[in-house]
């Protein structure tokens, strides 16, 4: 039985609160949130404690942590976890400053401890067969791996300001996912972008539309593109070339209901909200971090490496798309 | 807080048990079961009590009573749990004997209890949006209706003895199916079988392969065809043609990856197994049932009626294959 | 060289004679019609003459003639085309009274002519390759064909009246396609069928919606739905269920654009008319009959047994749709 | 009645040869090509006489000059006949140096004679019904193109010498198709690329592997990849991201056949061979290109300035890649 502090009551902490007090191998004990109405309202919900984070980095009685808190406090909170003796589940990214990344994994890496990072589209059902068919050769040496990653509306631009921007925010999700799918690192990164979808993006410093090229040391290729604004729903494929064949993922349907008419065949449309398309992934992210701290693994994937990596990319296309050049990694 | 006692504790009793004891407006008080340890097991796994199937009917904390036990029973322990006032939540079908339903169904008016039957696939969520549609005029009037309904594999000859054959125990689903998609009884049932995939099963007096031909009082046909074997998984398919337009649901498939190679585009398999394929339709269902005992709504549907009337096309289309005629019902 | 001369110049008569005039096997030299400008105009625009149907018949420069007239005149002229020696390729049906076929066989066979009908769907690309594939064995033993048959619009009810019926003048092709899949003769047929579409139709005294149900003697079975409105194009789809495994063939789509909005993903409409969905069929056809008459193939199928078989089986259903009983064949 | 003379005789040239004599609105009238059994052979099939390049620009019976001789002759054949004051469909490219292609066009211009370049991608009926849903406004302004286009199998390594390089020779057809569905020109090119499929064509100097991003001025993004092998088939799908929705075409299979096993749902192989694959786009393009002669359209598309361009982007992306740096244009 793992016990769990979770530290943030928002959106994402209480998708894994509820997918902690559903799994029998788990137990939510504390919930950690700086407005305390969420924070009571969630532990109350699944017969948790309301603590502060002190107080769940020094409780006896838990032996995880999950931190679903802002991004500004993922770092410091994950060492905090670390020296306290706790497994962490940590979600992305480990923090939008490289160096800082770098100094918490020497922390982690110095206590031993088990950390994961909140890459859930790993564990999707299909891009996660997907990839084990890749490792298991069914396409043969892997050469073009595609992304396609659309998000069904764009966030406030003052949202944007904040959020490190595109390649930060959304795109990392991509880039750990090229990583995961091409398995060998990227040296090189091309970026393209604009703000077509909404000016004040553009105004705020950020874009909202890009295409990202990469190239690993033995010459195989990544794409990926990304747009804020999907009408047809939350855009979410993956496309990857082999010397003997390709592997595709689909998009997700609401259902498998099709209406003919003299219009043409209309398939229902794409699943739009990411909790639902990502839901059967969150649950599986959780159980494979319980079945890792359960077992004593202490490197469950993806790691604090991952997590480092695709910051690393993310660093790299930003820069790229500001100086329109090339950056290697 | 509507507060279950659980009769039988085998497969689908288990299948009950889990979404009752996750479901927060429901409690799972009582399991009974003629296998001692089977109860126990089950009432363990979920906090539950084991109680007789008597003590379950005279329980006064509990008001409503799943009953998940073999066939030969459900008309009993409706008409029990019936007078003993509580809700009944049963699994299809309510008796292989037409006599009995009506006797049963009798005993429920009188005391005006609220009684479900559990043709789940009314649930599942890609044949509820079809008829969602339907009945929102997508496709204006229903003409035809096809039901494609195979199973991945046949059950031993030994089973099919005392299942009332393939017409009552497996076509049974799919009487219910045509009759929610086209909304208007049947008048007259066709029947071709024969036994194909296993010859035990015709030794056994019963059909593995069987298509069966409907048609309204005011014309309108529905067509059913069921095997008892598909080597490509669990075939479970609609189609709904009207004045207007087509609409259709198509089989679920594993995963949404496909492999691209010189034999062709292989999508994954179709799922294979019924608890997988219909799990969301048996949650949708049970909650549907809660939802009604919770607000006081003593007809939630399908209700006894639905039971009897697909009982009655079974035993016409049993008839119609045994004599090589049509019957009218 | 095969020469031929074309008996009719309406919408099928212009389909074949351009396929002629295009096969540079072939030489188109006569044709003949009823109305002289029709005869005329179609001659001109393949550079050959107009005949009557006497002269054709008489005529020493050519080696096929090719039916394309009223089906009230297909007897007679297959009967004289034969004793004149030519080889013939007749549109379907030989006839819609089943003596005048058997009469007609006697002489085709006497005087060993070569005689091909004009079931255009088994040279379908896509029906073809199914059926090829069954007897390589892909799913073994065939036990359930499923053959979907519905046109885009229903002709006038002054047309059904000397059509012979929905079952003769449409499920013909239908009935064909299901020997043509099964492999096996049917024993038993089923019918079911109203006037849904147009009223006028049932007043003419006949059906515009149908289904058909018919088991072969080692008890195999299959099943045909036909309407003679389909608002979402021509639906033309065959499935075939086997021991091994099932087959089946899609619609065909006018291109393979896709549009993906918030009301779904929108797949082009399926091909409307027939002269475009079996446009190839019409041309492998007739190369077929074209080189089974250069080879001195005195039997390409499908022959005159199968448009008696056919016709037969379209008899049996119209008496069953008019009795409400089963009909032996 | 356009009258043509053909220069090569080689696979391209029988296709168009075999679609202006089926085109009852053309005569082929001379084949010349520098293999004179080639040139006999071809005019044979089709009625025509074998001439030289010379006597075909000089000849006085003929409207229109289709070349489709080795590119190093391309431009040259132009300018002849231009100066001759025949209509030209000249097979891309125009010639694989920008200069002379320059040079070219204002020869073409000067005697305002009728260009047409064969970029026979925009006549495929899928993709020419995406650009006109596009241009129709389907959904909205376009932001983000995308084209996957991938040969069934690599050229000999000794062809690529020769071929300008798989951005000149492969690519060219899909920056046409990015400049046709994006509708505005591109000015920035980034490439990367390697030598995947067979070490022998990086040894030869080229590469067998692609991937380029161009973005126009608005910022509008389109991404290209190719690969010389795709064991799947001939792969060619184009995407377009806009505003309002997204428009896609998918590739097309062999027949509509679908085998079910456990295995999965295997769709008919992708179709492999270009001839086939395009056969419609063929017969469209010339029959484009002869309504426009016919009716003194002057500037059928894709005309003169649309093969400079590809040509141009062509260029721009093998110094991409040659130099690691994008390039402005």
């Known amino acids: ?99 800082a990344i770098y100094q918490t994994l020497k922390v982690v890496e110095k206590n031993k401890s088990t950390l994961m990072i909140g890459f859930n589209r790993r564990f999707d059902p299909n891009f996660a067969e997907l990839e084990r068919r890749i490792r298991k050769g069914a396409i043969g040496e892997v050469e073009l791996v595609t992304v396609i990653s659309r998000d069904p509306s764009p966030p406030p631009a003052e949202y944007v300001k904040g959020s490190g921007g595109l390649f930060r925010d959304m795109m990392i999700h ?8 091409m398995g060998e690192e990227f040296v ?52 990857v070339h082999g010397a003997k064949g390709m592997l595709s993922a689909r998009n997700v349907h609401n259902t498998t209901v099709e209406l003919h008419t003299a219009e043409g065949t209309v398939a229902d449309p794409v699943q739009n909200f990411f909790l639902e398309r990502y839901g059967a992934a969150y649950a599986k992210e959780l159980s494979t971090f319980i079945a890792a701290v359960d077992s004593g693994n202490r490197d469950p994937k993806p790691n604090g490496f991952d997590g480092l990596q695709a910051q690393i990319l993310a660093d790299a296309a930003t820069v790229s798309w500001q100086t329109g050049k090339p950056v290697k990694v």
């Open 188 to 239: 090189v990164v091309n970026a393209l972008a604009s703000s077509l979808v909404d000016k004040a993006i553009g105004l705020a410093g950020d874009v909202d539309t890009a295409a990202v090229q990469m190239q690993t040391a033995s010459g195989r290729i990544a794409v990926i593109t990304n747009s804020r604004r999907a009408t047809y729903g939350y855009d979410q494929r993956m496309e």
């Open 1 to 99: 039985m793992i016990r769990f502090g979770v530290i943030g009551a928002g959106r994402i902490g209480k998708v894994h609160s509820a997918t902690i007090a559903a799994n029998p191998k788990a137990k939510l004990v504390y919930i950690a949130d700086a407005i305390p109405a969420a924070a009571e309202a969630l532990a109350k919900l699944h017969g948790a404690q309301v603590a502060s984070v002190e107080e769940i980095m020094k409780a006896q009685d838990i032996d995880a942590v999950l931190i679903g808190s802002p991004t500004g406090f993922h770092a410091e909170q994950i060492q905090a976890a670390s020296n306290a003796g706790k497994a962490i589940m940590c979600e992305k990214p480990v923090s939008l400053a490289v160096d």
């Open 174 to 181: 991509d880039f750990d996912m090229a990583r995961f799918l």
